[in-house]
T-cell receptor, first 111, second 115 residues
Framework: RKEVEQDPGPFNVPEGATVAFNCTYS??????FFWYRQDCRKEPKLLMS???SGNEDGRFTAQLNRASQYISLLIRDSKLSDSATYLC????????????FGSGTKLNVKP | SQTIHQWPATLVQPVGSPLSLECTVE??????LYWYRQAAGRGLQLLFY??????ISSEVPQNLSASRPQDRQFILSSKKLLLSDSGFYLC??????????????FGPGTRLTVL
């Protein structure tokens, strides 16, 4: 079983739509959680960390559900520039140097 | 803030040839450094990480090796490339000053094609 699993998509949404992605993780002892954004043929860039209490940054909201072992990313009022692949990242409690990446969820925002 | 440099940006190499990719970090000291590979349409695979000069942890047995000759320099090497070594190689760092120790930042990557 993979450490981190994501729906590869693509999610095709119109501008202005609200879209949500989930990411499940297998290790209940996972400690830290992140969402990264990766544009085509570019490096991943940190979008936001995911805290136990959830966090919001503008149009982006991230939440953690430890009981069900998943994290979510909600994007409101989608922009064309939000089109990218969104990577979920999880680190285990026992080794802060191990970062487990999901394969990513592709989002296409269309005019 | 830190800046991660990688070179070359792209590389085309024949099977069996050697490889050397370099990563350098500016703007921070004593970073933890990582090498990842991303195959086309796939997730990131951690290859090596280092918490200090001369210290290397290998995650996946293969024909690649890594070295850290200086605090802010991380090198990925191979003596003989395989077709399966093709991919997007990314250097990353954590333990950046002012950030939590588990926030990871990436360099621009090297796109390697082995023919």
């Amino acid at each position: 079983r993979k450490e981190v699993e994501q729906d590869p998509g693509p999610f095709n949404v119109p501008e202005g739509a609200t879209v949500a992605f989930n990411c499940t993780y297998s290790n209940s002892a996972s400690q830290s959680f992140f969402w990264y954004r990766q544009d085509c043929r570019k490096e991943p860039k940190l979008l936001m960390s995911v805290y136990s209490s959830g966090n919001e940054d503008g149009r982006f909201t991230a939440q953690l559900n430890r009981a069900s072992q998943y994290i979510s990313l909600l994007i409101r009022d989608s922009k064309l520039s939000d089109s990218a692949t969104y990577l979920c990242v999880v680190t285990p409690l026992y080794n802060f140097n191990k970062f487990y990446f999901g394969s990513g969820t592709k989002l296409n925002v269309k005019p | 803030s830190q800046t991660i440099h990688q070179w070359p940006a792209t590389l085309v190499q024949p099977v069996g040839s050697p490889l050397s990719l370099e990563c350098t970090v500016e703007g921070t000291s004593n970073p933890n450094l990582y090498w990842y590979r991303q195959a086309a349409g796939r997730g990131l695979q951690l290859l090596f990480y280092s918490v200090g000069i001369g210290q290397i942890s290998s995650e996946v047995p293969q024909n690649l090796s890594a070295s850290r000759p200086q605090d802010r320099q991380f090198i990925l090497s191979s003596k003989k490339l395989l077709l399966s070594d093709s991919g997007f190689y990314l250097c990353a760092c954590t333990n950046v000053a002012g950030e939590s120790t588990d926030t990871q930042y990436f360099g621009p990557g090297t796109r390697l094609t082995v023919l």
